[in-house]
């Protein structure tokens, strides 16, 4: 079960109604993208995710369509992440209806279809970077020839680290000006990217860390750990 922050007033209900809402919206998410759900960090912006504005498109209508809510595609844009939209749907989220209804019941949730098993998408992370670069140029994310050098591009030292911080700030990530020189392009930074933000093992430390967050609870923890050794 996804572990989501109460309110201080939230009622018990309502608090179940929000983690079963929550746990929807990435499974929505998940199906959209071609992940597993357990792939998918609820506090992580949607552009992170690899949501695009084509994609931003068919997800909302998912979630509109499976959760009988009626939110607009818009709000993605101020509730930016699953958690964010999950708690943003929820006011257009009935209580009485049958979908909560079966919920509180313990009725089965349907199985979200099999996806990867692998981290982002090389090519979801190029779309992501060329937009990025593209804000910092002045054109177009179509101008962008992801294999030209990013000197080649017109990328200076200032640009440089203007393009990493905005890189660090969708992805969380902590990359450094030397990057650019190791993958001077948008094909080579975006395998890095991939390869970097890729779904690990679970371990003592990084269960440690959710537990801290607030991402699982104590009974999760001790559950992962005891099923991965």
Not at 85 to 93: D, G, K, L, V, Y
Not at 187 to 213: K, N
Request: hydrophobic residues 45%; contains cysteine; aromatic residues 4%.
């Amino acid at each position: 079960m996804l572990s989501v922050p109460p309110r201080p007033d939230a009622p018990e209900g309502s608090l179940l109604a929000l983690v079963n809402l929550t746990a929807d919206v990435v499974a929505v998410l998940a199906d959209v993208l071609g992940l597993e759900p357990e792939q998918i960090n609820p506090r992580q912006t949607f552009r992170a995710l690899g949501l695009d504005s084509m994609l931003a498109v068919e997800f909302v209508a998912d979630v509109n369509r499976r959760c009988g809510t009626a939110v607009q595609v818009g709000a993605l844009a101020d509730h930016p992440t699953p958690v964010a939209f999950a708690r943003h749907a929820s006011s257009a989220f009935p209580a009485a209806s049958p979908a909560a209804a079966e919920r509180e019941e313990g009725a089965p949730r349907p199985a979200p279809p099999a996806g990867r098993t692998t981290g982002p998408d090389v090519l979801g992370v190029q779309h992501v970077l060329k937009e990025e670069l593209a804000a910092l140029l002045a054109c177009s994310p179509h101008d962008i020839d992801e294999e030209a050098p990013f000197r080649i591009l017109g990328v200076d030292s200032i640009l440089g680290a203007e393009f990493l911080a905005a890189v660090n700030r969708v992805y969380g990530t902590a990359e450094r000006g030397p990057v650019l020189q190791d993958h001077p392009t948008v094909a080579a930074l975006a395998a890095r990217l991939a390869r970097v933000l890729a779904p690990r093992p679970w371990d003592v430390d990084s269960v440690l860390d959710f537990v801290r967050d607030g991402r699982l609870g104590i009974d999760e923890a001790v559950t992962l750990l005891s099923q991965h050794g």
